[in-house]
């Protein structure tokens, strides 16, 4: 992600966030970022130079002029004017994150060896809640490989407690021995 990306996100929430909208406007970051990452065609658009900044308003506005929060709406806009729209989609993502941040849910994405069940799924979320104090948005994917256990990635920190990973250390040992 840019810092210019960072910056215009940041300076979004902390506006949104004083303004007392961060609700709708989690709404709207979230649906602007499916509907660009679902049409290659406005990703295009979005990111095409040849484009003109009149074509682009009038085409950002035929979309979302008074479905989106008018704070969102100020930002589309001031993204035209600084020839930054091709940032959006950063701008978006990151947005998301911080706002997820300072409502504090934390988004976890788990990897097994095998499907979790429900149970512990919820004994899970239960777990890393009590120790980081944070709701969690649990993701959860599978991949054999693991053998058994399961890895976890919490933001930027990854624990890993997969079997195929603690054979791999084992051996390592071994041959350092």
């Known amino acids: 992600m840019s810092s210019v990306a960072k910056r215009y996100a940041f300076a979004f929430v902390d506006t949104a966030r004083e303004d007392g909208v961060l609700d709708s406007v989690l709404t709207d970051v979230e649906s602007l970022g499916s509907l660009i990452s679902a049409s290659p065609e406005l990703a295009a658009f979005l990111s095409n130079p040849l484009v003109s900044d009149a074509e682009r308003l009038s085409t950002l506005e035929a979309l979302f002029q008074g479905k989106v929060q008018e704070l969102t709406w100020n930002l589309l806009v001031l993204l035209v004017h600084r020839e930054r729209l ?34 512990q799924q919820d004994e899970l979320k239960s777990k890393l809640s009590t120790r980081t104090g944070k709701t969690i948005e649990l993701t959860c994917s599978e991949d054999g490989s693991l053998l058994g256990g399961f890895r976890l990635q919490l933001g930027d920190l990854v624990e890993d407690y997969s079997l195929s990973t603690k054979l791999e250390t084992f051996k390592q040992n071994v041959l350092n021995a």
């Open 86 to 119: 091709a940032e959006l989609p950063s701008v978006l993502e990151l947005a998301n994150a911080r706002i997820r941040e300072l409502q504090g849910i934390l988004p976890v994405s788990v990897v097994s060896a095998e499907p979790l069940l429900k149970r």
